[in-house]
């Protein structure tokens, strides 16, 4: 599991990404949901080891990074904390709306691989 910030962003880093699916949990240090489900990440990472790549973001620590038009952000706005979306190709491809636990993101994800 990668922790972006913004020097990730900038350069060449997320290049190598862009024909990979991306999914890019986006939470905030005084978020209690967001810190219960870390585990839950470290999980998906290992599920999808070697087929998808798994980032969080830290919102507190990369405002900039949320509000600005990344390409790699391209077609999505943060509005709320724990937010979980899948870049595919570097562009969004869906938020995960299913229960948050680290096997039913996996389904999701598997989907788009």
């Known amino acids: 599991m990668l922790e972006l910030k913004q020097h990730h962003f900038e350069g060449q880093f997320l290049k190598s990404f862009q024909n990979d699916v991306v999914v890019?949990?986006?939470?905030?240090?005084?978020?209690h949901f967001?810190?219960?489900?870390?585990?839950?990440?470290?999980?998906?990472?290992?599920?999808?080891?070697?087929r998808a790549v798994v980032a969080v973001i830290d919102a507190d620590e990369s405002k900039d990074l949320i509000n600005q038009n990344n390409k790699f952000l391209h077609g999505y706005k943060v509005n709320y904390f724990p937010t979980i979306v899948i870049y595919k190709n570097g562009y969004f491809i869906k938020e995960i709306d299913?229960?948050?636990?680290?096997?039913?993101?996996?389904s999701e994800v598997f989907r788009y691989l």
């Open 24 to 31: 890019i949990a986006y939470k905030a240090n005084w978020c």
């Open 34 to 50: 967001c810190e219960k489900l870390k585990p839950e990440y470290k999980k998906l990472s290992k599920i999808l080891l070697n």
């Open 98 to 106: 299913v229960e948050r636990n680290a096997n039913k993101i996996a």
